[in-house]
């Protein structure tokens, strides 16, 4: 079993839909921490030992989030920019993260139809995550499939159940080592 690290990061919880269906699908499975980066640190002043420490327990890294203007809500960026030191994750010594994998998981108000070249995105999801890709990669990490769930607006409550259980289905392979690679692009809940 691998043990998997899922770091939310979403400003107001309380205001979500896909991202709370989301963590209440995985936040109490067996061999999965469940960290709420926004309730633990209220005032972006992230404790770079305890996360340092929370990454080299764990084999899978998740980063949870709503896509917030083609990235991720301030404070993931700010755990990135602080918690992935020379040293630590990559640089002479950085090999703490070596061989791990991380996942993208998140949510967009735009529909899928929007991630493509002619869509009003432009850009394929992918291409838009490639900042999370190279970061994985520099630190050694293998960077998996992205779980994305598309036009959060139109998602039925149906669609929403349909879409938690595909990413606890995905959470629970990779905890158990399968390939992960089940439920991965989801629009409106259709695959
Ligand atoms: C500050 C902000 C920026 C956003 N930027 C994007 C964006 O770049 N692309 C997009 O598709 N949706 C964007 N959205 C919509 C959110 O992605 C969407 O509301 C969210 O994924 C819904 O998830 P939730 O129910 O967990 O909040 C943005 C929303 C906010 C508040």
Known sequence: MSRVLVLLAHPALHRSRAN???ADAVRSLPG?????????????????????GLLRSHDVV?????FYWYSAPSLL????????EHGFAYGDGGTALRGKR????????????????????RHTIGHLLAPFDQTAHLCGMT?????VVHGVGQLS?????????????RIEALRDDGAGRNGGMAAGGMA
């Not at 960077?143 to 779980?147: D, S």
């Not at 409550?157 to 289905?169: F, K, S």
């Open 32 to 52: 999965v921490t469940f960290h709420d980066l926004y309730a633990a640190y209220p005032h972006h002043h992230v404790d770079v030992a305890r996360e340092q």
């Open 20 to 22: 709370a269906a989301l």
């Open 77 to 84: 960026k700010e755990w990135q920019d602080v918690v992935l």
């Open 102 to 121: 991380v996942l993208s998981a998140l949510s967009t108000g735009g529909p899928a139809a929007a991630y493509q070249p002619g869509g009003y995105n």
């Open 157 to 169: 409550e149906a669609g929403l159940r349909e879409v938690a259980g595909r990413y606890r289905d």
């Open 62 to 66: 998740v980063w949870q989030h709503p």
């Open 143 to 147: 960077y998996l499939e992205p779980f």
